[in-house]
């Protein structure tokens, strides 16, 4: 069963820092573009970050380049999300999801609250 466990989310003060962490599962981790998604509530899925299956090629979101970083370790089946100098707007679930274009398989999400 292809699993993805997002952890990492939290409640941070505007400029702060956080970690996503997504846990790959019942699949070959290796073999796939990984992405990463987010949803504020009231609001549609907003793409925010993805990588090749190496982590050679990575890509982002106009408003969060140079505060974010996604990675991937593909010998522990894990993908990251670096989030630095965090902003209220980046207040959302996000999500974890196996693919580049078509998305194929899809976390539970994390709650991410940027808040003073």
């Known amino acids: 069963e292809v699993q993805l466990v997002e952890s990492g989310g939290g409640l941070v003060q505007p400029g702060g820092s956080l970690r996503l962490s997504c846990a790959a599962s019942?699949?070959?981790?290796?073999?796939?573009?990984m992405t990463w998604v987010r949803q504020a509530t009231g609001k549609g899925l907003e793409w925010v970050s993805n990588?090749?299956?190496?982590?050679?090629?990575?890509r982002y979101l106009d408003s969060v380049k140079g505060r974010f970083t996604i990675s991937r370790d593909n010998a522990k089946n894990t993908l990251y999300l670096q989030m630095n100098n965090l902003q209220p707007e980046d207040t959302a679930v996000y999500y974890c999801?196996?693919?580049?274009?078509?998305?194929?398989?899809w976390g539970q999400g994390a709650q991410v609250t940027v808040s003073s």
């Open positions: 019942g699949f070959t981790f290796s073999n796939y573009d």
């Open positions: 990588t090749d299956r190496g982590g050679g090629d990575t």
């Open positions: 999801a196996r693919g580049r274009t078509i998305l194929g398989a």
